[in-house]
């Protein structure tokens, strides 16, 4: 019979403490994965569309690409949003300036390794 009692005190002191937790610390597992999530997903997203950025902007005419669509060629005219394509035997595509992935001298290194 005091068992049942000890027992009964005993769960009512481990509920009269989890109730006394702060409010602030219920919000910190809460902020520990969005800094998970931050660090993780966010952050390299923002780099690498700065590295994007900074490339299409630094695009020249003459310069060898590739786009996400997978053509190679040369620029042969830019405006702000689009750009001229030559690829080969005087075809000249008209391709939206943000679908340009890249030079292609980053592509032709890694195949030759």
Request: net charge positive.
């Amino acid at each position: 019979m005091i068992d049942l009692f000890i027992a009964s005190a005993s769960a009512q002191d481990a509920t009269a403490a989890a109730a006394q937790q702060s409010p602030l610390m219920q919000f910190v597992p809460l902020a520990v994965v969005f800094g998970i999530f931050y660090f993780l997903m966010i952050k390299p997203q923002q780099k690498k569309l700065k590295e994007e950025q900074a490339m299409l902007a630094a695009l020249n005419k003459g310069d060898e690409v590739y786009t996400k669509s997978g053509l190679l060629g040369t620029i042969y005219g830019l405006t702000e949003k689009v750009v001229t394509l030559d690829v080969g035997e005087n075809t000249k595509l008209k391709i939206v300036r943000s679908q340009i992935a890249g030079k292609s001298d980053t592509i032709l290194k890694e195949q030759k390794k």
